[in-house]
C-alpha cells in the first residue's frame, strides 16, 4: 500500500522558516517525480513545487519561486520542502503527490492530474 506521510508543519510568523517532509513508502519512488501543492479554505488547490527522480530537475510556482526549495533524499524515499520568508498567504495544507514515472514539462508538473498519489496534509499557517 503506497503512503505519503507529510510533517512539519505549524504555525509561524511572517517572515518564518518551515521544513515540510514527506515520507513514501509502499513502492520504489527513485522513478517517480514527486512534489508539493496547497490549499487554502475556500481556494483552488494550487502547484507549489516539483522535482524529477534524480533531483535534476525542479519546478516551482511562481508565488513561492525564490522562497521555497524542494529537495529529496531517495536512499530515504524522503521529499522535502524548505519554505523561508514565509508569509500569511501561504497559509494552506500541503500536500505531498507522487508521480509514477518522470516529468519533462513545467506544465505537467502543475498539473494535479498527472500526480498519482497524495498525502493526507499538513497544515502550515503563517500569521502577520
Known amino acids: 500500500q503506497v503512503q505519503l506521510v507529510e510533517s512539519g508543519g505549524g504555525l509561524v510568523q511572517a517572515g518564518d522558516s518551515l521544513r515540510l517532509s514527506c515520507a513514501a513508502t509502499?513502492?520504489?519512488?527513485?522513478?517517480?517525480?514527486m512534489g508539493w501543492f496547497r490549499q487554502a479554505p475556500g481556494k483552488e488547490r494550487e502547484f507549489v513545487a516539483a522535482?524529477?527522480?534524480?533531483?535534476?530537475?525542479?519546478w516551482y510556482a511562481g508565488s513561492v519561486k525564490g522562497r521555497f526549495t524542494i529537495s529529496r533524499d531517495n536512499a530515504k524515499n524522503t521529499v522535502h520542502l524548505q519554505m523561508n520568508s514565509l508569509k500569511p498567504e501561504d497559509t494552506a495544507v500541503y500536500y505531498c503527490?507522487?508521480?509514477?514515472?518522470?516529468?519533462?514539462?513545467?506544465?505537467?508538473?502543475?498539473?494535479?492530474?498527472?500526480?498519482?498519489?497524495w498525502g493526507q496534509g499538513t497544515q502550515v499557517t503563517v500569521s502577520s
Open positions: 522535482i524529477g527522480w534524480s533531483g535534476g530537475s525542479t
Open positions: 503527490v507522487d508521480k509514477v514515472g518522470a516529468l519533462y514539462r513545467e506544465t505537467a508538473a502543475a498539473n494535479p492530474n498527472s500526480y498519482s498519489y
Open positions: 509502499g513502492r520504489t519512488f527513485t522513478n517517480d517525480a
